[in-house]
């Protein structure tokens, strides 16, 4: 008798077992599952925030850009002396303070996210500080009442060797998003 009922007693192990041994796999199997998409919904959420930051980036980067280009093309018309250096400064003033741009920001984004749209950034601000310097020295120039028709040429080469540096900004900015789509 107790041998009859060990034997019943071994199916009913070995049915258990293998529920457990299928517990098991399944739990694991589920697990594997679980962090795949774990890690999916991670890439996926990185890859958002790189593009969210490149669009902002580039927008950042345009209306800072474009304000530099507002602000000084009323300096052609006191080249020119169809205004005055007051008026463009008014202008400039004026200008300033109904476009404020987020520079600091936009340098976080270059530095946390984009670093490799730096080399290009460096180049658009070393030549704005080419046109500040162009800038100077036609003021020394208008305060002295001499020619200022001659910077006209000279700031206007700078002014477009800046422009292509933003555009090849910009492009680098598209060039970085595009890997996060």
């Given at each position: 008798?107790?041998?009859?009922?060990?034997?019943?007693?071994?199916?009913?192990?070995?049915?258990?077992?293998?529920?457990?041994?299928?517990?098991?796999?399944?739990?694991?199997?589920s697990r594997s599952l679980t962090e795949r998409q774990i890690q999916n919904t991670r890439e996926t959420d990185r890859q958002k925030t790189y593009r969210e930051a490149g669009a902002e980036l580039y927008t950042l980067f345009s209306d800072w850009?474009?304000?530099?280009?507002?602000?000084h093309v009323p300096l052609y018309s006191v080249m020119k002396g169809t205004i005055s250096y007051n008026d463009y400064l008014d202008q400039q003033i004026k200008t300033s303070r109904e476009h404020k741009t987020d520079h600091h920001r936009m340098e976080f984004l270059i530095s946390c996210y984009f670093p490799e749209t730096e080399p290009y950034y460096k180049e658009v601000r070393k030549l704005l500080e080419k046109k500040n310097k162009i800038i100077s020295e036609h003021k020394f120039f208008h305060e002295n009442g001499a020619d200022e028709k001659q910077f006209i040429p000279i700031f206007k080469n700078a002014q477009l060797e800046f422009e292509e540096k933003m555009a090849e900004m910009k492009s680098s900015i598209i060039n970085e998003v595009r890997k996060y789509i």
């Open positions: 008798m107790i041998h009859s009922a060990l034997l019943a007693l071994i199916p009913a192990v070995i049915g258990g077992i293998i529920a457990l041994a299928g517990v098991f796999v399944s739990t694991k199997n850009g474009n304000l530099v280009i507002a602000i």
